[in-house]
């Protein structure tokens, strides 16, 4: 062990202070510290409102999305249903001519 190790096992730890300045000194560094974490609590309100902010917009046009997409599914289902009605309709018309020309 050196002289240089015997002499940092030997001081006196700084925590504990020598004096008033020193006591002073670990004051401000403790409300620096409070201040810091009250500054990080902040910090995380304010991304928390921002992450609500956020999810509720979604969730919003989530919403108009979803409607959208039924709209669109509503409105295909009717074309659909029209076009099938209208095709049997032709052709139902199209057997009647053929057998009133056979007919008569």
Not at 4 to 11: A, G, H, K, T, W
Not at 40 to 53: I, N, R
Not at 83 to 88: C, R, S
Request: hydrophobic letters at 45%.
């Amino acid at each position: 062990m050196t002289p240089l190790d015997r002499d940092l096992l030997n001081s006196p730890d700084p925590r504990e202070g020598s004096g008033p300045a020193e006591a002073v000194s670990n004051q401000v560094l403790e409300d620096e510290d409070a201040c810091d974490g009250q500054a990080k609590v902040v910090d995380l309100a304010a991304k928390v409102v921002d992450l609500s902010d956020s999810n509720h917009k979604l969730r919003v046009d989530n919403v108009a999305l979803r409607a959208r997409i039924q709209q669109l599914k509503s409105r295909s289902s009717f074309e659909r249903k029209f076009f099938a009605i209208l095709g049997l309709s032709l052709w139902f018309l199209f057997l009647y001519a053929i057998v009133s020309k056979v007919v008569y």
